[in-house]
């Protein structure tokens, strides 16, 4: 009896740490076929023979998802490794949180450049496959923020939001021939948080992460459900987040 994820041909961008990392590994160990891109090569490397030690099947490509090149070079990787590909997972992604009025431009752009353009980068690198082969699944990790709007997270919240708004015509569009899931993870105890340039939010969201935040590998659940259920099945959104969250 199948799992549902056993055999799967699965990319996974951002895959290096966190949300990534944890898919990756329980993916590997129901027996999922991977592919690993981050733009931090040494800690894939890690990874990659992390799972390979435990029986597990993966290959690496350092992978800037802001670069649509590389994004498509992670999705010819899995063709030239295992023959196809079944699953993108938009995992990659970067948070800047200011007040509108201090005008991070740098910022903007970043997420603009990772969290949106990075996951339309690995759409379009997935697509061409999965209409070749007539099916496929688009699994992208988005955020809490966005359903409750709030200060400091505007930006943020709009590039989460256009994915989902992406996610929702993309699924329309399939018409049976792919799947697209989405899924919102809430405080989830990562590394995330440390790259937020903003002293005292970065402060703030990781004080409040380590009073509240679940592990990475809720998440990663989330995706292996997804994952395995019936070719006839979408699993469209899901919200995953600690119970004693707003």
Not at 73 to 101: C, K, P, W, Y
């Amino acid at each position: 009896m199948t799992n549902g994820v056993e055999n799967k041909v699965v990319v996974i961008t951002g895959a290096s740490s966190g949300i990534g990392e944890a898919t990756a590994e329980l993916l590997a160990a129901r027996g999922a076929k991977l592919v690993l891109g981050a733009r931090r090569a040494d800690l894939l490397l890690n990874l990659t023979q992390r799972i390979q030690s435990a029986g597990g099947q993966a290959v690496y490509l350092q992978t800037d998802v802001t670069s649509s090149a590389e994004v498509a070079a992670l999705a010819q990787l899995a063709l030239t490794e295992f023959g196809r590909l079944d699953v993108m997972i938009n995992n990659a992604g970067i948070s800047q949180l200011h007040l509108m009025e201090e005008v991070d431009i740098e910022g903007w752009e970043q997420m603009i450049d990772v969290n949106l353009k990075g996951t339309l980068y690995g759409i379009a690198a997935a697509l061409p496959v999965f209409k070749s082969q007539g099916s496929g699944h688009i699994i992208n990790i988005i955020s809490t923020a966005g359903i409750s709007i709030v200060r400091t997270m505007g930006v943020y919240a709009a590039t989460k939001n256009a994915v989902r708004t992406i996610g929702e015509a993309l699924r329309q569009e399939s018409k049976g021939r792919w799947r697209v899931t989405g899924i919102s993870p809430g405080f989830v105890a990562t590394p995330f948080a440390g790259n937020i340039k903003n002293e005292a939010i970065r402060n703030v969201l990781t004080q409040r992460a380590g009073e509240i935040a679940i592990p990475a590998s809720a998440i990663a659940e989330a995706v292996a459900y997804a994952i395995s259920q019936p070719d006839q099945v979408d699993v469209g959104d899901m919200v995953i987040r600690p119970a004693v969250q707003d």
